[in-house]
């Protein structure tokens, strides 16, 4: 059976591919299909391979045309969320028997190191590509809400659980390729940096909705408070300055974390609102 090149090299410092060039993604894309192909003839079949269980880093990310905002990370992968949270890695999990655990570790504004963790159960589904009703390659997983964390101490949980359908085209020791619902492909390489991230224990924090009632208090008090500084006439300048930066800067930030960085345009199912990758 024919092995992925190791795609280390080619997709080292792409930034999970937000920095290719147009002609680089056209190439990577076209690689990542080849791939799929040799996949379809893989035995075992993904779901059924003990190579699809392990710790991923997310190496690579090509949006679908049908995909909205960032495929993987939601708000915090935004332009926006980058700027405010700055990436540090993303990873997935694979964990037996069927849980799957996403995270995105971040700076806040560069100096506070964070995450935020999608933790969920997975369940074999038909494959949507190609209609077929058999379950070889394709999962959907239903997550909790969103568990927002800053350092060591304050884990909240913020925003819906989600659902994610993604089909695995290819795996092995080394990578593992993914096609999302919306026409998203994927990257994942095994070990290295995922293997640090305790995956097992990410999510399971305990939380309380009080925490988060008080962070989204502390940031509509930030953006009122600053407001009225910047909309007072008789306060100097600079302190109006000072409170009009105040505003923005909490607004952005809440306009991040809301929904737990979830993208809204989702429709429902069964009371849960279904994310495509």
Same mark, same amino acid.
């Given at each position: 059976? /024919?092995?992925?090149?190791?795609?280390s090299?080619t997709?080292? +410092?792409?930034?999970?591919?937000?920095? !290719?060039?147009p002609p680089q993604?056209?190439r990577i894309?076209?690689?990542?299909r080849?791939?799929a192909?040799i996949?379809?003839? #893989?035995?075992?079949?993904? &779901?059924?391979?003990?190579?699809l269980f392990?710790n991923?880093?997310?190496a690579?990310v +090509?949006?679908?045309?049908a995909?909205?905002?960032?495929?993987?990370?939601g708000?915090?992968?935004?332009? &926006?969320?980058k700027?405010?949270?700055?990436t =540090?890695g &993303?990873f #997935?999990? !694979?964990?037996?028997p069927?849980?799957?655990?996403?995270?995105?570790c971040?700076?806040?504004?560069g &100096?506070?190191?964070g995450?935020?963790?999608?933790r969920?159960?997975l369940q074999?589904?038909?494959?949507?590509?190609t209609?077929?009703?058999?379950?070889?390659?394709?999962?959907?997983?239903?997550?909790?809400?969103?568990?927002? +964390?800053?350092? /060591?101490?304050?884990?909240?949980? !913020?925003?819906?659980?989600?659902?994610?359908?993604?089909q695995?085209v290819?795996?092995?020791? =080394? !990578? *593992?390729?993914?096609?999302?619902? *919306?026409?998203? $492909?994927?990257v994942?390489?095994r070990?290295?940096?995922?293997?640090? #991230?305790?995956?097992?224990?990410?999510?399971?924090?305990?939380?309380?909705?009080?925490?988060?009632?008080l962070?989204f208090?502390?940031l509509?008090?930030?953006?009122?408070?600053?407001?009225?500084?910047?909309?007072?006439?008789?306060t100097?300048?600079?302190?109006?300055a000072?409170?009009?930066a $105040?505003?923005l800067?909490?607004?952005a930030l809440? +306009?991040?974390?809301?929904?737990g960085g979830? $993208?809204?345009d989702?429709?429902?199912?069964?009371? *849960?609102?279904?994310?495509?990758?």
């Amino acid at each position: 059976m /024919e092995q992925a090149p190791c795609p280390s090299s080619t997709l080292r +410092s792409t930034d999970a591919g937000d920095s !290719v060039s147009p002609p680089q993604r056209a190439r990577i894309d076209d690689t990542i299909r080849h791939l799929a192909r040799i996949g379809d003839g #893989q035995d075992p079949r993904p &779901l059924r391979n003990p190579d699809l269980f392990g710790n991923f880093s997310v190496a690579y990310v +090509s949006p679908g045309t049908a995909q909205p905002g960032a495929a993987a990370g939601g708000r915090f992968r935004s332009t &926006l969320g980058k700027a405010l949270f700055p990436t =540090r890695g &993303l990873f #997935q999990s !694979v964990l037996s028997p069927d849980i799957v655990v996403n995270k995105v570790c971040f700076a806040l504004l560069g &100096l506070i190191p964070g995450s935020v963790v999608l933790r969920g159960k997975l369940q074999p589904i038909p494959n949507f590509a190609t209609g077929s009703e058999e379950t070889l390659d394709t999962v959907k997983v239903s997550f909790e809400p969103p568990v927002l +964390s800053l350092g /060591e101490a304050i884990h909240i949980r !913020v925003g819906p659980p989600s659902t994610v359908s993604l089909q695995t085209v290819y795996v092995d020791r =080394r !990578v *593992r390729l993914g096609l999302g619902s *919306r026409g998203s $492909l994927f990257v994942f390489t095994r070990g290295g940096a995922a293997d640090a #991230q305790a995956m097992e224990a990410a999510g399971l924090h305990r939380t309380g909705k009080l925490s988060t009632a008080l962070l989204f208090a502390a940031l509509l008090t930030a953006v009122g408070g600053g407001a009225a500084l910047a909309a007072r006439a008789t306060t100097p300048v600079w302190a109006r300055a000072a409170g009009g930066a $105040l505003a923005l800067l909490a607004a952005a930030l809440a +306009s991040v974390v809301w929904r737990g960085g979830i $993208l809204e345009d989702a429709t429902w199912e069964n009371g *849960r609102r279904v994310e495509a990758a």
